[in-house]
């Protein structure tokens, strides 16, 4: 038994996309300084949290980080842990189906029917062992079938900021897994994010799940499937692989990558694929997609007031405050995300939480780049 | 016409009252940099601006501040024009009643008829020539007469926070002010802070000022009514006064202050006198008295915000943003007020901009002495 597990972790390798620029957490969040580098749920980024929460289930050497240039040094600073060649860097973001296909290669080119868990960097998840007991099960069916599996969250609520997959019926696996309680159904189709009424409709059914963006495959599966679905992709990673141990590998990377276009791994591949499959599962997971998620993640007073250290409230209710240089104080409010940060100062509408980018992309356009 | 002028302005003495602690400017304002030290209304400060104004009145080593020990570094540092021994500190703060009565001793000593124009430091007036004018006529009648003279603003919308005079008949000057449009009316009462209906009321008829606390009188005759109305006070400011040349002046002076109780000279004084009288005028007075009285005087934007600098609104309205450090963004805000130091934050709503002070007192109560 022992030695079963410690193959099936030997085989298993963690890709964590760790690319985002989360400018929904802005002030906090920065070009330099993204989500996945905060530590807003712990005292521990979430990309810490998100590779020790898979360390039980993959050993350390396996666990790669796919991230952009500019935060490089961020997270190469934040993981001194992590061996150097374990972070790989795209020149442009290309969204997610270059990125997984990047890092499928690099998976390839170590182990030969190498076995990678695809992990956004930037989410939380409350129940870690029951995560690890899903990515456990994934792993080894796909270890015997070429699947391209997917995490189906089962929701709690009628979110309108997520994707929903519409789960068929159970595929049989050709192996017994035998000591795990999950299954594996087939995907009917994803559903971008719904109206509310929508929402409401499809949380009734217990055929539709959140879409997370965690996958379970094996390297040569997905690089395969990219190659019938994407080839103009599929030509530029092999391109790209030849010329890894080159010399003028960085070059030829930047070139052929930038001419990538940018697709998202589910619109790419998952929509299209019939080797797809989805393992429903209940393990407290939340995107962590705005300042409104994240205040219903913390603790609350009695009024509703998530304040933290000595920040004061004086007849307001249903606010989330975050100071990093000193005190907040409300007064008469209601309602509101009051952060504040060496430089800036954001105030806005817990319904209007989704529009903090706006404030990015004003800053963009009016060449505000200290504030980016 | 020339010699005239210049007779009354060596006469006059202007005794401008800075000792306010303006906790409802928080976090701008702080113990040791209280409201009048401030730049709320142009570049320079509320203090600075009261100098001005009264300068083409009352010759520089005619000007006086009385402030409290606390403030007195940051009055000096503001102020290198003005003589030190210009700079009257009280040892404790006992109300204006202590404070007039402490201002009068001096200009008494420095001329025998001394005229004194008692100015708080914190307000503001738009409207600097009709404000002169106003002087120059209470000035000059109180130089013909012992009168306890007092502004009475034109009320121009019904303000509940506010105290109101009710003016009466004429009063005939015993000496014609030929030069002036100006007249003086005898004072009926004073009215305490009105109710909305009330002060709907008082605006109606013509009889009604706001009660602005500046104040024309030969110092001989407030400290002759402070004598009959206060005579502990009285007893007091004469051994203070007969101290004041010896080498113990200003344990004596701390020492007798203490005692004193605190009372404002409305109600020491004014509510008594038979001497008093007000002259009704239109100078564009605010007493500055909140956020909210700051942002009905400051510029907006087509939607109703009062934004500086680079600070960012995105669908909000009727804010007003003060940044001293960075940036700040509204989104899907109303009516607040938002302002941003190097260590605090203040978010609220312009309906309770009377409540700042309730942060101040809470700060206190909690020990949180730095953001005081």
Redesign the interface.
């Known amino acids: 038994m022992r030695l079963f597990q410690l193959r099936g972790g030997n085989m298993l390798y963690a890709v964590i996309m760790a690319g985002g620029s989360g400018t929904r957490f802005?002030?906090l969040s920065r070009e330099r300084r993204p989500k996945q580098t905060l530590p807003l749920t712990s005292n521990k980024s979430l990309l810490r949290e998100t590779i020790e929460r898979i360390l039980p289930v993959v050993k350390k050497d396996n666990i790669l980080i796919v991230t952009v240039r500019s935060q490089r040094r961020r997270i190469t600073s934040l993981l001194p842990d992590i061996p150097p060649e374990n972070i790989i860097v795209e020149p442009y973001a290309r969204n997610t189906a270059a990125a997984i296909g990047l890092a499928a290669l690099h998976v390839k080119r170590r182990l030969k029917g190498g076995i990678m868990v695809v992990l956004p960097a930037d989410h939380t998840i409350s129940d870690s062992k029951a995560f690890q007991g899903v990515i456990r099960y994934g792993r080894d069916i796909v270890k015997h079938e070429d699947r391209l599996l997917t995490l189906g969250l089962k929701p709690h609520y009628p979110e309108t900021g997520y994707g929903y997959i519409e789960a068929g019926k159970k595929i049989k696996q050709k192996q017994k897994v035998e000591t795990h309680k999950h299954s594996t159904r087939t995907i009917e189709r994803f559903i971008e994010k719904p109206s509310l009424s929508k929402a409401k409709e499809l949380l009734k059914s217990s055929n539709y799940y959140w879409n997370g963006g965690i996958f379970i495959w094996k390297a040569e599966t997905i690089l395969g499937e990219i190659d019938t679905y994407m080839p103009e992709l599929s030509s530029g990673l092999a391109r790209i692989d030849k010329s890894l141990d080159n010399k003028s590998s960085s070059r030829t990377l930047s070139k052929i990558y930038k001419s990538f276009s940018k697709v998202s791994i589910d619109n790419g591949i998952m929509e299209k694929t019939s080797l797809g499959g989805v393992i429903p599962c209940n393990i407290g997971w939340n995107d962590l997609g705005s300042w409104l998620a994240l205040s219903e993640l913390v603790k609350m007073d009695e009024n509703g007031n998530c304040i933290i250290g000595?920040d004061?409230a004086?007849?307001s209710e249903g606010c989330l405050v975050h100071?990093s240089?000193?005190?907040?104080?409300?007064?008469?409010?209601k309602d509101?995300i009051?952060v504040?940060t060496?430089?800036?100062?954001?105030?806005?509408?817990k319904?209007?939480s989704q529009?903090?980018k706006?404030?990015v992309e004003?800053?963009k356009a009016?060449g505000?780049d200290k504030?980016l």
Chains 1, 2 share one sequence.
């Not at 240089?325 to 409010?333: F, H, K, P, S």
């Not at 430089?343 to 509408?349: P, R």
Request: aromatic letters at 6%.
């Open positions: 802005w002030p000595n004061i004086i007849a100071n240089r000193g005190l907040t104080a409300l007064v008469g409010v509101l009051v504040t060496r430089d800036a100062t954001l105030v806005c509408s319904k209007n529009d903090v706006k404030v004003l800053l009016r505000l504030y």
